[in-house]
């Protein structure tokens, strides 16, 4: 059994990616961004949103790719709760976890009061031994460091612990963190982009996540 589950957020614990593609949408519209943007876009979902302006207009300058960000922000803050209902089997995975005494954290690439919004709602706070968000660290996934803080803070060697997520960004974050790594098909990326991270696990659902945390390590399942 892993002691410590560091769970991505959005497309992982929640269902939030047709929620967040609707707000890429409005703005794209609004913009009138060429065609293409949405689907680059969407793509990108798991890094954080002022990286994702730099990838996509790598010509524009820092005002414009914080005007677009501040502009997706706006519409998503109101909408937080509404776009990012739990996946099935999320409550239930996490009871079991904790009844198991497996530690269990966030580490997204979201701003972590979005997520503590979702959490608050949801009545999670229970289940969860910290978050880490985009203003927590200095480099985002797939850099290792929201790994390592949470490591340190938590006092749980890397070879107890696991990386749950959706994109790759989190699977390559878990590879540089040395730590292994279960690919879920819940997301933005698909079972195909996934296998390039060479994760440990790739799975297709929160009960076959729940089965490989508890169980240990048992080999690749795709």
Known sequence: ?????????????????????????????????????LEEWRHLV???LPKQMEIIFPDRDEDFHLEVANRYR?????MAIEICPP????????????????VVTIASSKRSNLVQVVIDHHDLNDYFAMVVGA??????????????ITVAKLDIPHEHTIVIGDS??????ARNAGVDAIGVTTGVHTK?????????????????VEKIILNGKNGKSV
Not at 168 to 173: E, G, R, V
């Open 135 to 148: 203003q927590e660290v200095t480099h985002h996934k797939p850099h290792p460091e929201s790994v390592h």
């Open 87 to 102: 996946f099935p089997h999320m409550k239930p995975l996490l009871r079991n976890l904790k009844d198991a005494g497996v």
């Open 46 to 48: 798991g890094v954080p």
């Open 1 to 37: 059994m892993y002691k410590l589950a560091i769970f991505d957020f959005d497309g992982t614990l929640v269902d939030s990616t047709p929620g967040i593609i609707d707000v890429m949408k409005v703005v794209v519209d609004e913009y009138q961004f060429e065609e293409g943007i």
């Open 192 to 208: 195909e982009m996934l296998e390039r991270s060479d994760p440990t696990h790739i799975v297709e659902d929160l009960v076959a």
């Open 168 to 173: 790759t960004f989190d699977l390559d974050m």
């Open 74 to 78: 706006a519409i998503y803050d109101t």
